[in-house]
């Protein structure tokens, strides 16, 4: 076992490098009917009296802070989407690598819970994002997290202002970290180096 700083290293067998199935990512929201979103942000703005919390000056004034806001609100919810998406592809690629280190008796028993050191299925988050260069632009754990805790992506319209805007992030990143730990401690790391795999954007035709 490699230690690197406060992580450890599995020690994989051999000297071969291992390649695992490509991550085929849906980076892309996919929201079909922007125009319905656009008018949930509004019900949501009159709902949660959003408008109350400033004093337009004029009419005009009134509308662009309620389109500010609604805009603001379905950037918030398109981001949280776009993090479901890649949540939901990166929990099928660990799923295809499990089965990929089942196949191989170099591999097989380095996810055995039973024996030191092994690695965890949060080890292959920690592999995505050793190996991801140049990073991409959602978190990789987090969108893990919103996966977790949404088997969907709800409408917009199930959303308070309260969760676009403030508790997204850190209920995602409860629920990762409370699923990371699910594995018995201490999980090791996957060498980033005895490891490939492609990154596939299914939306890049």
């Known amino acids: 076992m490699d230690i690197v700083g406060e992580r450890r290293f599995v020690e994989v067998p051999g000297d071969k ?24 942000a509004n019900n949501i703005i009159e709902s949660e009296d959003m408008m109350a919390e400033t004093i337009p000056t004029s009419m005009d004034d009134a509308e662009r802070r309620r389109m500010d806001l609604a805009i603001n609100l379905v950037d918030q919810y398109l981001a949280f989407v776009t993090h479901w998406r890649w949540g ?6 660990i799923r295809q690598c499990e089965i990929t280190f089942g ?4 591999l097989r028993n380095l996810l055995r819970a039973d024996l030191w050191p092994h690695a965890g299925r949060s080890s292959f988050v920690q592999l995505l994002e050793d190996k991801m260069q140049p990073r ?22 199930c959303f308070s202002n309260q969760f676009l805007f403030y508790l997204n992030s850190t209920l995602a990143n409860t629920a ?12 090791s790391s996957l060498p980033p180096e005895r490891f490939t795999f492609d990154v596939v954007d299914m939306n890049i035709q």
């Open 17 to 40: 490098t291992h390649e695992l199935p490509p991550l085929l990512v849906h980076s892309a929201p996919n929201v079909k009917r922007l125009d319905r979103v656009v008018g949930m």
């Open 88 to 93: 939901d592809s990166i929990l099928e690629w």
């Open 103 to 106: 196949a191989r008796m170099e």
């Open 136 to 157: 991409p632009e959602v978190g990789i754990e987090t969108a893990v997290g919103t996966r977790l805790t949404f088997r969907q992506p709800p409408p917009i319209s």
């Open 176 to 187: 990762y970290r409370t699923w990371a730990h699910l594995s018995p401690e201490p999980v």
